[in-house]
């Protein structure tokens, strides 16, 4: 709901500390770091290892808004940073609910739910990202996205993602219902993107 009014605030953040990275470290080398720490992040969930999960997780989330800011910065941001960025992410965002149902099986309903509504979730963001690109392009306007990928905004993006996950992480006692909560409000940002596609293409 926020990330379009945070990615310049988050890139002022990171990019001071652009300066301070070596050449020899490229971008990807940021992504793919972020991509093993949200692996392992998920890894030490499953075994219920809350403080190192977390520490992970928001390790992950720091080289997330690094990679991509050190990219602009360079002037070298390309379509396949972006997508691999984002396949990164997608993975571990699908792995920690699940991650941490392992050791609270009480919460598989919910964590089903939740999953299928990130499966219906992408279908419709990426189909209404083709058609914003394609109506761009029709009219020769260039995006301004920081993003590789134009996303229509939604009650939940990457910014309520993440605290809901850094939720779950911190307090996986309450999954069942955090994972409920996420799923409706999902499922509103699903509506929502429903709503507009309709709207473009009446």
Same mark, same amino acid.
């Given at each position: 709901?926020?990330?379009?009014?945070?990615?310049?605030?988050?890139?002022? /953040?990171?990019?001071?500390?652009?300066?301070?990275?070596?050449?020899? =470290?490229?971008?990807? #080398?940021?992504?793919?770091?972020?991509?093993?720490?949200?692996?392992?992040?998920?890894?030490?969930?499953?075994?219920?290892?809350?403080?190192?999960?977390?520490?992970?997780?928001?390790?992950?989330?720091?080289?997330?808004?690094?990679?991509?800011?050190?990219?602009?910065?360079? +002037?070298?941001?390309?379509?396949?940073?972006?997508?691999?960025? @984002?396949? %990164?992410?997608? =993975?571990?965002?699908? *792995? =920690?609910? /699940?991650?941490?149902?392992?050791?609270?099986?009480?919460?598989?309903?919910?964590?089903? &739910? @939740?999953?299928?509504?990130? #499966?219906? !979730? !992408?279908? &419709? *963001?990426?189909?209404?990202?083709? /058609?914003?690109?394609?109506?761009?392009?029709?009219?020769?306007?260039?995006? +301004?996205?920081?993003?590789?990928?134009?996303? +229509?905004?939604?009650?939940?993006? %990457?910014?309520?993602?993440?605290? @809901?996950?850094?939720?779950? @992480?911190?307090?996986?006692?309450?999954?069942?219902?955090?994972?409920? &909560?996420?799923?409706?409000? &999902? %499922?509103? %940002?699903?509506?929502?993107?429903?709503?507009?596609?309709?709207?473009?293409?009446?």
């Amino acid at each position: 709901m926020f990330d379009v009014q945070l990615r310049s605030l988050k890139d002022s /953040i990171f990019d001071p500390c652009c300066r301070y990275i070596p050449p020899s =470290i490229s971008p990807l #080398h940021i992504t793919a770091a972020a991509f093993v720490a949200g692996l392992t992040a998920c890894y030490t969930a499953s075994h219920h290892n809350i403080p190192s999960s977390l520490f992970l997780w928001l390790l992950n989330r720091a080289l997330d808004c690094l990679d991509g800011t050190l990219a602009r910065h360079r +002037k070298s941001a390309s379509d396949l940073g972006g997508f691999l960025d @984002l396949l %990164g992410d997608f =993975i571990v965002y699908s *792995l =920690i609910p /699940i991650s941490l149902a392992i050791s609270h099986p009480e919460a598989w309903d919910a964590v089903a &739910v @939740l999953e299928a509504s990130f #499966h219906v !979730n !992408n279908f &419709v *963001l990426f189909y209404v990202a083709a /058609i914003a690109e394609k109506q761009a392009a029709a009219k020769g306007e260039k995006s +301004k996205e920081l993003t590789s990928v134009v996303m +229509k905004p939604a009650l939940v993006e %990457g910014m309520e993602s993440g605290l @809901l996950f850094t939720a779950m @992480l911190a307090y996986p006692e309450r999954l069942r219902l955090l994972a409920w &909560v996420m799923a409706f409000l &999902v %499922g509103l %940002g699903i509506c929502q993107r429903v709503a507009w596609t309709f709207s473009a293409l009446s």
